[in-house]
């Protein structure tokens, strides 16, 4: 077994530069290309994400400390999904709840009990217990 003496490593072979040192040189900072999304499924997963991402940077600093614009790397790609499935760009229950839960165990019988928030945990959110309505119809339409 060879060892590896510190005069061999190369800052290059760990992404460091020797300018900047752990910071990117050329950092990507594109757009989401919303035109690679193809299905339904797909825009709505990009809503949910995007809803998520957008209302973090919005409220990160709390109500006083809200920003005058968002970055266009996330506005861009956010408004566009947003008028491809006929939502607002912002952060709601289609988004945070119908769009992203999963059926506890699936061998029971379909109910709001069964119903977990499947990503964005960190929202506290208890699905059985926002718009007890739309649930009751939707179950009732099963």
Not at 29 to 42: A, G
Not at 87 to 114: A, C, E, G, M, W
Not at 118 to 136: L, M
């Amino acid at each position: 077994m060879s060892s590896v003496k510190a005069c061999d490593m190369k800052l290059v072979d760990y992404d460091i530069s020797p300018k900047i040192g752990f910071l990117l040189e050329d950092p990507l900072m594109s757009e989401l290309d919303d035109n690679q999304l193809i299905s339904y499924k797909e825009l709505r997963l990009a809503h949910t994400q995007l809803s998520c991402i957008g209302s973090g940077y919005i409220w990160q600093n709390g109500p006083t400390g809200t920003p005058d614009m968002i970055p266009r790397c996330l506005a861009v790609p956010w408004y566009n999904v947003s008028k491809k499935i006929c939502l607002n760009p912002i952060l709601h229950y289609p988004s945070l709840i119908l769009n992203n839960y999963t059926i506890i165990n699936p061998d029971k019988p379909f109910s709001v009990q069964q119903i977990r928030l499947q990503g964005f945990k960190e929202f506290n959110v208890n699905p059985t217990r926002i718009h007890p309505i739309p649930q009751s119809f939707f179950l009732r339409l099963t």
